[in-house]
């Protein structure tokens, strides 16, 4: 495959095929034409195979695609064939909720530790995962090969926190805190910024609104 | 102000602006030139004044925007200047850290009810707000004016939701549930497939490793 640099518009929609493709798998269908794919994903078929064509294409267009091969040429290049081990620091209903889900382990996302500045939650366990307290995060990053730091704190406390986890060699940030943290190259960032996808929510409301002179709760005659 | 459509990229980056001028208001800066908001936000001044121009430019550059207004206008454009009225259905730990959340109270997106389908949960509170079944949902969205609902349900779930949602006259949905919704062009839609997001981190960290031949846990001399 060659080595070009992929956009990161493209590889937003990675996960999307590799969503659908694991559906058509579980429902035994072997073999999808771009056009198919298309309907179902609601995408041109065009910009499938285009994005397909940043990877090599997938095989042949004619007979369609090979589902199971899409499936697995996806998840190596997403680097989900391989594992990843977690940690995640804050541990309140978000940092428990992430914990919690079953989805990303089934992924290869493994939830090694939980870290939290609350001393009551020292001990506590969420699914086999020991709350310890944020002093022992240098240390057990290091030892046990984490890879991927969740940051479920506040603001304030985050950027820090970045700082002390790309110190000890962290590989990548998933952030939740509302900031935008400034990491060096080699560290990999992706953010959930929950209140920022709220705000896109209520402007496209807004925006439907004043275009079709709809007020109050109602269905509109469109 | 002009009412040509603005591409979801731009929406997409408003919420960051409407972030960093608020940062700036409450640190009593009144003014502030597109080179100075480069800076702090690492993004091109260009890039910044192309935007603007989509809502007719926010005034004079040869001295600077200025904050509070940018700050107002912007808002008023996000529609977080109007009190927006939500459920949340799904009552596990991301419905309660959602539910949770003073943030988005306080840009104005106040939580009135929320719903689950365990009548264990019934009648619990979370900050005010209580439990009740799902049966509930559409005679309480109707009385209620209720604008947005949130989904932290399983996706076997959200699918029929989505429809009754939409049937009883909800004008958008937060989703969370790891599926598209396929709904009326009235209905505005905002995902958040977490899922998704931990794929692409992953991508981004096997990208880097084969960039640059780091493996395993350590800091790389770049």
């Known amino acids: 495959m060659e080595e070009k640099e992929i956009s990161q518009a493209v590889i937003s929609r990675l996960p999307r095929y590799f969503r659908y493709l694991g559906e058509l798998k579980e429902r035994g269908i072997e073999r999808i034409s771009s056009q198919e794919l298309s309907d179902i994903m609601k995408v041109t078929a065009s910009q499938i195979r285009q994005d397909f064509n940043n990877f090599g294409g997938f ?25 990843h081990q977690l940690i995640i620091i804050g541990v309140g209903n978000l940092g428990q909720a992430l914990t919690n889900y079953t989805n990303f382990n089934r992924r290869g996302f493994v939830f090694k530790g939980a870290f939290d500045c609350n001393p009551e939650l020292y001990g506590m366990k969420i699914r086999g995962v020991e709350v310890r307290p944020t002093e022992e995060i240098e240390n057990f990053v290091r030892t046990n090969n984490i890879d991927i730091a969740v940051l479920t704190i506040p603001k304030d406390q985050a950027v820090p926190m970045a700082q002390r986890l790309v110190d000890c060699g962290i590989k990548a940030i998933w952030n939740f ?23 896109k929510l209520s402007y496209n409301i807004t925006r439907y609104e004043k275009k079709h002179g709809r007020t109050g709760n109602g269905k509109t005659g469109s």
Request: aromatic share 8%.
């Open 59 to 83: 095989g042949q267009q004619g007979y369609g695609y090979n589902v199971e091969y899409l499936y697995d040429e996806i998840s190596k290049i997403l680097g989900i064939d391989q594992m």
């Open 177 to 199: 805190a509302h900031v935008d943290l400034d990491v060096p190259e080699n560290v990999q960032v992706e953010n959930v910024h929950l209140s920022d996808s709220l705000m």
